[in-house]
């Protein structure tokens, strides 16, 4: 799985490079030959990330470099762009419970993809790759078998739509917006994973991981009845470089996606089977909705996926495979390798 191109020493700059996604687009530009500058809110964790991107395998030489730039504040983003031949924009907050309001999610979101798509139009940066999300794709919509698509948009007009959702599907339309009026020569890609598992390279990861580690630990005292799209972290930092490199990836959007879902229950049963003992403590009864939906009332962060409940949102990865050439791993090497690195890095509680 390579992308098209080799480094040749260009240089990209990844923001938010501190997260579960980024890190490992850090890692694989590396690892392919290129420069890579990397935004951090705060340069206090710069020793920290570069710690765990050695552990990971990555040569750290001069190749690597971090600069602070903060997605609500213009300050350093003329920097952090500056030479660059891509950009790839990965930041965006994805917090584990919805926050107090929805604007604290959706400003830095929406207003942190215009700030770092103005610098980069007038650094006059080649290609720049947004990470979005299937949250920008697959909600609003009425149960369907069809598989969603890069043709599709949430609609935000539905009552249940998250905070989340709602960032993600604004931030990712603002971009389309600029580019079609302000952007010129400057080209956009944008790359929409669902559920981003795989393995861990830190204490720094998805929220999705955390479904995996709290079935490990033992902290979930069933499965609530959901569907979840899958694709290992590796596959997303794979076609986020072929969606910089490709020259038919501009102006497209692509569904990262493994195939088709997995309910909750049988990824519990997928650990059980083969995380031996770190699976003992795995529990693969199937929830009552009734009782998801009592529990929600009095928990933010299962309200969140009570509206979810009993769905199938599935999702076609046709179009990264044809245009990009593109190959992910199957949903049961994502899951796994989730749970191997958790136990690996000694993150799970103890037994």
Not at 115 to 134: D, Y
Not at 272 to 287: C, N, Y
Request: proline letters at 6%.
């Amino acid at each position: 799985m390579q992308p098209q191109a080799s480094g040749n020493g260009k240089l990209v700059l990844v923001t938010g490079a501190s997260g579960f996604v980024a890190s490992h687009c850090v890692l694989r530009l590396l690892q392919e030959g290129y420069q890579v500058r990397a935004t951090l809110r705060s340069l206090d964790r710069e020793p920290g990330l570069r710690a765990t991107l050695e552990a990971a395998g990555a040569s750290l030489d001069s190749r690597l470099s971090f600069v602070s730039a903060n997605l609500l504040s213009d300050t350093g983003w003329p920097e952090a762009v500056a030479g660059c031949d891509y950009v790839l924009h990965v930041a965006s907050p994805f917090p584990l419970t919805p926050p107090r309001h929805e604007d604290d999610l959706i400003r830095p979101a929406r207003e942190g993809t215009l700030r770092v798509l103005r610098a980069v139009h007038e650094a006059g940066v080649k290609r720049v790759v947004l990470t979005s999300s299937f949250a920008a794709i697959g909600y609003g919509h009425p149960p369907t078998e069809r598989p969603f698509t890069e043709e599709n948009w949430t609609n935000l007009e539905d009552a249940n739509i998250s905070a989340y959702v709602k960032s993600k599907t604004l931030a990712e339309r603002a971009a389309w917006e600029f580019v079609a009026r302000q952007g010129g020569a400057m080209e956009l890609a944008t790359v929409n994973p669902v559920g981003v598992f795989g393995p861990v390279l830190g204490p720094d990861y998805a929220t999705s991981i955390q479904l995996v580690k709290r079935l490990l630990d033992g902290d979930m005292p069933g499965c609530p009845r959901l569907a979840l799209g899958i694709v290992d972290v590796r596959d997303v930092a794979d076609l986020h470089l072929r969606a910089m490199t490709h020259p038919d990836a501009s102006g497209e959007r692509f569904l990262a996606v493994a195939g088709d879902c997995m309910t909750m229950q049988e990824v519990a049963l997928l650990l059980k089977a083969r995380m031996g003992e770190a699976g003992r403590r795995v529990t693969t009864r199937v929830l009552p909705d009734w009782l998801v939906r009592l529990v929600a009332r009095f928990s933010a962060s299962v309200a969140q996926i009570a509206p979810e409940l009993g769905k199938v949102k599935r999702a076609s990865n046709e179009k990264a495979k044809r245009v990009l050439g593109w190959s992910p791993r199957s949903n049961e090497e994502a899951v796994i390798a989730t749970a191997e690195s958790l136990v690996r890095l000694g993150l799970l509680k103890s037994t």
